[in-house]
Structures are given as C-alpha cells and as structure tokens.
Nanobody, 122 residues
C-alpha cells in the first residue's frame, strides 16, 4: 500500500510563499499531482508532474505563481507557491498515479494523501 504524506502547510500573509512537500514510497515512472479544495468548493487540480520525463502542467490560474518539482533521490515532490492570495486558502492534497499522464482527472490518481491546510490571511 503506497502512502503519501504532505507537509509544509500553514498560515501565510498575502504575497508570501510556501513550499509544500509530498513524500511517497516510490515515484519512479509515476505521475504525481497537487490538488486543492477550498471551503465550499470542489477539489481542483493545481499542478502535476510525470516523474519519468519531468513533464509538468500547472493550472492556468496558478501558472507563474506555483511550480511543481521533484527530488527522485528522496522520493519527494514539491509545490512552490509564491505571491499567495487569500483565494489560495485550501486543503492541498498530493496524489499519485502509476501511469504516466499529464492530467487533472482525479479518477486517474489511485493514491491520495490526507492533505495539508494552507491559509492565506493577514
């Protein structure tokens, strides 16, 4: 059973930065994605990465502020979030798929973490 563990969430002021981390037992050729769910809203895709070739895609609304990266040696995937806004407040989830694909289709992600809370507030 693969387990994903997110960390790095917290309270940050508008305009600030946070880096979320996701640790898993194996990434290898997998796809790893970050999703988020704000209060009262549906979960949405943030950014995803195919570990085998490093291809990434980030949601248009977050492009330029958020970036996904990996450290294969540590089996870690990161989400760097800059210029945070109050509307970025959400629970952020790490998810992984055994198949290499660049998509925010949630049904394609077999493994999910418990989530980490990010709150952007002055």
């Amino acid at each position: 059973q693969v387990q994903l563990e997110e960390s790095g969430g917290g309270l940050v002021q508008p305009g600030g930065s946070l880096t979320l981390s996701c640790r898993a037992s194996i990434f290898d050729t997998w796809t790893v994605g970050w999703f988020r769910q704000a209060p009262g809203k549906e979960r949405e895709g943030v950014s995803t990465l195919v570990s085998s070739d490093g291809d990434t895609v980030t949601s248009d609304s977050m492009e330029g502020r958020f970036a996904i990266s990996e450290d294969n040696a540590q089996n870690m995937v990161y989400l760097q979030m800059n210029n945070l806004r109050p509307e970025d407040t959400a629970v952020y989830y790490c998810a992984a798929s055994e198949d290499p694909f660049l998509s925010f289709e949630e049904s394609g992600y077999k493994y999910w973490g418990q989530g980490t809370q990010v709150t952007v507030d002055s």
